[in-house]
């Protein structure tokens, strides 16, 4: 192989590992510092709704373990993205039991009606009322 193919195959790489990994993490916490935060770890948004306005596809919502209700926090409608939304870890049910969407017999947890498919994955949450 000559320098210049090796040199493009190299450059190449690069670029494809510089690339992001094409998905951002956003964070939900109720306890959240503020309202309604960035959704960065250090400032995690305070409502679930705040989070899925702001995803896009490909994105992931984590969700810190508390009890989310009130405006906001039910009735999360995913607009039809391809988005995850879970907890901190899906796979451990203790966490999943205390990552609480409560409706409060207002509405619902979810609202998934605009066309979502199988790239919309909702995780680890307890719904309730």
Same mark, same amino acid.
């Given at each position: 192989?000559?320098?210049?193919?090796v040199?493009?195959v190299?450059?190449?790489?690069l670029?494809?590992c510089s690339?992001?990994?094409?998905?951002?993490l956003l964070?939900?916490?109720?306890?959240?510092?503020?309202?309604?935060?960035t959704?960065?770890f250090?400032?995690?948004?305070?409502r679930i709704?705040?989070?899925?306005d702001d995803?896009?596809?490909?994105?992931?919502?984590?969700? %810190?373990?508390?009890?989310y209700?009130?405006?906001?926090?039910?009735?999360?409608d995913?607009?039809?993205?391809?988005?995850t939304?879970?907890?901190?870890?899906?796979?451990d049910?203790?966490?999943t039991?205390?990552?609480?969407?409560d409706?409060?017999k207002?509405?619902?947890?979810?609202y998934i009606?605009?066309?979502?498919?199988?790239n919309l994955?909702?995780?680890?949450?307890?719904? %309730?009322?």
């Amino acid at each position: 192989m000559d320098k210049t193919k090796v040199f493009s195959v190299i450059s190449l790489f690069l670029c494809l590992c510089s690339i992001s990994n094409g998905f951002n993490l956003l964070y939900v916490d109720v306890n959240g510092p503020n309202d309604p935060g960035t959704g960065i770890f250090e400032d995690p948004y305070r409502r679930i709704k705040a989070a899925i306005d702001d995803a896009n596809d490909g994105d992931i919502i984590e969700i %810190r373990p508390g009890l989310y209700t009130g405006v906001g926090n039910y009735d999360l409608d995913p607009n039809g993205a391809a988005i995850t939304i879970r907890n901190t870890d899906p796979n451990d049910s203790n966490v999943t039991a205390q990552t609480i969407i409560d409706a409060n017999k207002a509405g619902r947890g979810f609202y998934i009606h605009s066309g979502e498919d199988a790239n919309l994955v909702v995780a680890g949450l307890t719904l %309730r009322n």
